[in-house]
C-alpha cells in the first residue's frame, strides 16, 4: 500500500505572502507509460467537502485561480499558493490514485499569521 | 450540474444497523465511479472504498473490508454504504464523490452525510 505523508501539519503564513505545503509517497507513483504522477491535490474549508484543485500533480482544475499551483514527480510533490488569500485558510490533502487502495495525506492547515 | 445528493444526519446506537445513501443527477451515473470517504471529528480523509455502477465491481480499503458493505442501484442512480453493527468508532462525517475508472481523482463530492455512534 502507498502511504502519503505530508509536511508541515500546519503552518501560518501572512497575507500575500507564500505557502508551499508538501507531499511524499513511500512509492513512485509516476507512471513511465504515459509520464504521468498519479497525484491529486484538495482544500476543504471548515463545514464543507473537499474541492479539487489539482490533478497530474500539476494540472489546475477549471475555475482554480493561477496562484495555486503543482509540482514535483517520482514520490516528492508540493502545492504551492502564492500570494496568499484570506479565502485561502483551509486544510489541504494529497491523494496517490496510482494503486488501489487509493490514499490521502493526513492533511495540513493553513492559517493566516 | 452535476449533484451528488447524500442522505441527512443520523443518530444510532451501538450494534444497530445502517445505511446511508448517495443519489447522482446531472451526468451518465454509470460512466463514473463512485468512492466512500470516512472523516472522522478534526481527522484527515480516509477512502474505503469503490464501486462501479455499470458492473457493480467493488473494491474495498483493507482497512474498511468487513466492516462495511458498498452497493449501487443504477436504476435510480444511487449508491449506498452500509454498517450491520455499527461501533462508536464509526462516528464520523461520510462522503461520497466520483471519479473516473482509468483515474480515480474526485472532482465532485457530496456535501456529507454525519454518521453519530452512541453506546
Known amino acids: 500500500d502507498i502511504v502519503m505523508t505530508q509536511s508541515p501539519d500546519s503552518l501560518a503564513v501572512s497575507l500575500g505572502e507564500r505557502a508551499t505545503i508538501n507531499c511524499k509517497s513511500s512509492?513512485?507513483?509516476?507512471?513511465?507509460?504515459?509520464?504521468?504522477?498519479?497525484l491529486a491535490w484538495y482544500q476543504q474549508k471548515p463545514g464543507q467537502p473537499p474541492k479539487l484543485l489539482i490533478y497530474?500533480?500539476?494540472t489546475r482544475e477549471s475555475e482554480v485561480p493561477d496562484r495555486f499551483s503543482g509540482s514535483g514527480s517520482g514520490t516528492d510533490f508540493t502545492l504551492t499558493i502564492s500570494n496568499l488569500q484570506a479565502e485561502d485558510v483551509a486544510v489541504y490533502h494529497c491523494?496517490?490514485?496510482?494503486?488501489?487502495?487509493?490514499?490521502f495525506g493526513q492533511g495540513t492547515k493553513v492559517e493566516i499569521k | 450540474e452535476v449533484q451528488l445528493m447524500q442522505s441527512g444526519a443520523e443518530v444510532k446506537k451501538t450494534g444497530e444497523s445502517l445505511k446511508i445513501s448517495c443519489k447522482g443527477s446531472?451526468?451518465?451515473?454509470?460512466?463514473?465511479?463512485i468512492a466512500w470517504v470516512r472523516q472522522m471529528p478534526g481527522k484527515g480523509l480516509e477512502w474505503m472504498g469503490i464501486?462501479?455502477?455499470?458492473?457493480?465491481?467493488?473494491r474495498y480499503s483493507p482497512s474498511f473490508q468487513g466492516q462495511v458493505t458498498i452497493s449501487v442501484d443504477k436504476s435510480i442512480s444511487t449508491a449506498y454504504l452500509q454498517w450491520s453493527s455499527l461501533k462508536a468508532s464509526d462516528t464520523a462525517m461520510y462522503y461520497c464523490a466520483i471519479g473516473l475508472r482509468s483515474f480515480p481523482y474526485f472532482a465532485f463530492w457530496g456535501l456529507g452525510s454525519l454518521v453519530s455512534v452512541f453506546s
Open positions: 512509492q513512485s507513483i509516476l507512471y513511465t507509460s504515459n509520464n504521468k504522477n498519479y
Open positions: 497530474w500533480a500539476s
Open positions: 446531472g451526468y451518465d451515473f454509470t460512466e463514473y465511479l
Open positions: 491523494q496517490q490514485y496510482y494503486s488501489s487502495p487509493l490514499s
Open positions: 464501486i462501479y455502477p455499470s458492473d457493480s465491481d467493488t
